[in-house]
């Protein structure tokens, strides 16, 4: 198969036209979508959450890296749909009651679209209802909860007790993560798993799933 590496770099320097242009081009020309996500999407979205866990890239890099990402997975999704490829793993992710912050969850978002997760972003001040209902609903296999101030951290526990009071934690592996949130607040509420930035929160997604 004719290698793209062409998208690796425009996804790894951010550039988003460059992605999208040079996606259009290689579905044109017959490649296969899939191997595109595969070969040169997660590998470049795998290399930006390494620059950024070495302090090479920063949270502007990440951002620009995710839209250049997603401009190509545009492109790319409804064809992986109609041929029935399966995703990573189901996440649904969102910043608790509450709280109306965002970069930290959307970077997250596009870091797990990244890295082949289909993602169902409930946006920001989600209710434990909207949580509970995108498990049952979305037959999410993750919840991603996040929260950057310490007065909304509480909505974390009450969705896990909920998931407990419905039956419903056995089916869905719980991370969470934010700025003053912690491994130790993890342990305590009950949650399966904390990731203090986007790139191990992927990491962290797959090997609970793997797990």
Same mark, same amino acid.
Request: charged share 25%.
């Given at each position: 198969?004719?290698?793209?590496?062409?998208?690796? $770099?425009?996804?790894?320097?951010? #550039? &988003? #036209?460059?992605?999208?242009?040079? /996606?259009?081009?290689?579905?044109?020309?017959?490649?296969?979508?899939?191997? %595109?996500?595969?070969?040169?999407?997660? $590998? &470049?979205?795998?290399?930006? @959450?390494?620059? *950024?866990? $070495?302090?090479?890239? *920063?949270?502007?890099?990440?951002?620009?890296?995710?839209?250049?990402? #997603?401009?190509?997975?545009?492109?790319?999704?409804?064809?992986?749909?109609?041929?029935?490829?399966?995703?990573?793993?189901?996440?649904?992710i969102g910043t608790v009651k509450g709280?109306?912050?965002? =970069?930290?969850?959307?970077?997250?978002?596009?870091?797990?679209?990244?890295?082949? *997760?289909?993602?169902?972003?409930? @946006?920001?001040?989600?209710?434990?209802?909207?949580f509970i209902a995108a498990v049952k609903?979305?037959?999410?296999?993750? %919840?991603?909860?996040?929260?950057?101030? /310490? $007065? /909304?951290?509480?909505?974390?526990?009450?969705? =896990?007790?909920?998931?407990?009071?419905?039956?419903?934690?056995?089916?869905?592996?719980? =991370?969470? @993560?934010? &700025?003053?949130?912690?491994? +130790?607040?993890? +342990?305590?509420?009950?949650?399966?798993?904390?990731?203090? +930035?986007?790139?191990?929160?992927?990491?962290? &997604? #797959?090997?609970? %799933?793997?797990?």
């Open positions: 198969m004719k290698e793209y590496k062409e998208l690796y $770099t425009a996804v790894l320097e951010g #550039k &988003a #036209k460059d992605a999208r242009a040079i /996606t259009e081009k290689a579905l044109a020309e017959g490649a296969d979508p899939k191997q %595109l996500v595969d070969r040169e999407m997660i $590998t &470049a979205m795998a290399e930006v @959450g390494r620059r *950024f866990e $070495t302090n090479e890239y *920063f949270v502007p890099e990440l951002l620009i890296s995710a839209r250049a990402m #997603k401009a190509a997975l545009e492109l790319i999704k409804p064809l992986l749909v109609k041929s029935g490829v399966q995703p990573v793993g189901r996440v649904a709280d109306l912050h965002d =970069i930290g969850k959307n970077l997250v978002a596009a870091m797990l679209e990244g890295g082949g *997760f289909e993602v169902v972003d409930l @946006g920001v001040d989600v209710s434990i209802e909207k609903e979305k037959n999410v296999e993750v %919840l991603g909860l996040s929260a950057l101030l /310490t $007065t /909304t951290m509480p909505g974390m526990k009450g969705v =896990i007790e909920d998931l407990k009071g419905q039956g419903l934690r056995e089916k869905v592996k719980v =991370i969470i @993560g934010g &700025a003053p949130v912690t491994q +130790n607040y993890a +342990n305590e509420i009950g949650a399966d798993g904390y990731a203090d +930035n986007a790139s191990s929160a992927v990491a962290l &997604a #797959k090997q609970l %799933l793997a797990a």
